[in-house]
């Protein structure tokens, strides 16, 4: 989709009201959107620069913007848990994505950051998602279709990746699943030298399964385990403060490096 440019048929657009309270929704020729009791006519928006403010059908005023990553992926349909924008920054950085990557993902879920991977690899990269659940695949591809694109350098593998990672001279892994541990070796194959591997989970007990794992492979490197704490600030008048609610906990990021051989199923040391 064009992110540049007046607003067009098809496209979404993040509406806010006056305590920036955020609703995603779609222009679609001839469906009326519904916020909070009053209706919008999207072609009325349909040709106009994003940033616009638009009354609903009882008055209320909306700013219309298309949606950045961060202001996406909270609004995301979906049933399974998404990534923070938060953590998908940090994600993006410390798996070190770049343009024309070849990534594997496991598993997509609703998407979130196979949304954001597919825009960092680009259209010169690859990125392969392994998803357990049909439903969650369909709900993937309903969200990537509608909120990032046609996405020819996207395949979406409906399989359990412990059986079925067959790739090879991978650049980057990322693993948003439960038990991780257990694919140390096939990891191992699927990535080149030098590639990224990295997981996110949520408890402590998991990192520690990964981690040990990890070591007692012999073919990873550079393990490091990280989380990120996002603190927003009120600003308003005199009142200069922290906002008074966080989201606190909500995933720790592993990453590591993959080593030319294994050193014989000793731990390496990394520094720890
Ligand atoms: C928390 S959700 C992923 C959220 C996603 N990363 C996002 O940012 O929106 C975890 C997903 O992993 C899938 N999953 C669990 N084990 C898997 C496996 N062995 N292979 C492929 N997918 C798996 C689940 O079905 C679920 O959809």
Redesign the pocket.
């Known amino acids: 989709m064009n992110p540049r440019g007046p607003l067009c048929e098809g496209e979404a657009v993040v509406f806010l009201d006056r305590k920036d309270r955020e609703y995603l929704r779609r222009l679609e020729r001839g469906r009326n959107i519904s916020i909070r009791g009053g209706k919008i006519v999207p072609e009325e928006l349909m040709g106009q620069e994003e940033g616009v403010t638009i009354r609903s059908s009882m008055n209320e005023p909306f700013l219309v913007l298309r949606p950045t990553l961060a202001q996406l992926?909270p609004n995301?349909p979906?049933q399974?848990?998404?990534?923070y924008p938060k953590d998908?920054g940090m994600i993006l950085v410390w798996a070190d994505i770049f343009p024309g990557a070849k990534v594997v993902?496991?598993?997509?879920?609703?998407?979130?950051?196979?949304i954001a991977l597919l825009r960092a690899v680009g259209a010169e990269g690859r990125l392969i998602s392994?998803?357990?659940?049909e439903d969650?695949a369909q709900m993937?591809r309903d969200n990537v279709s509608r909120y990032y694109g046609p996405a020819a350098h996207w395949t979406l593998r409906v399989?359990?990746?412990?059986l079925h990672l067959d790739e090879s001279d991978v650049d980057r892994i990322l693993l948003?699943?439960?038990e991780p541990w257990h694919l140390a070796e096939k990891v191992y194959q699927a990535l080149r030298p030098g590639g990224v591997l990295l997981s996110?989970l949520p408890t402590m007990l998991q990192v520690k399964s990964l981690v040990d794992a990890l070591r007692d492979h012999g073919g990873f490197a550079c393990i490091e385990t990280m989380e990120s704490l996002m603190r927003f600030w009120h600003i308003k008048g005199l009142s200069v403060r922290p906002q008074h609610r966080m989201v606190a906990h909500t995933g720790f990021i592993i990453a590591a490096r993959r080593t030319a051989k294994r050193r014989g199923g000793s731990r390496i040391e990394d520094g720890g």
């Open positions: 992926i995301l979906r399974a848990q998404v990534i998908i993902e496991a598993g997509v879920g609703p998407g979130a950051l196979t392994y998803e357990i659940r969650f993937a399989e359990d990746i412990a948003d699943l439960p996110y």
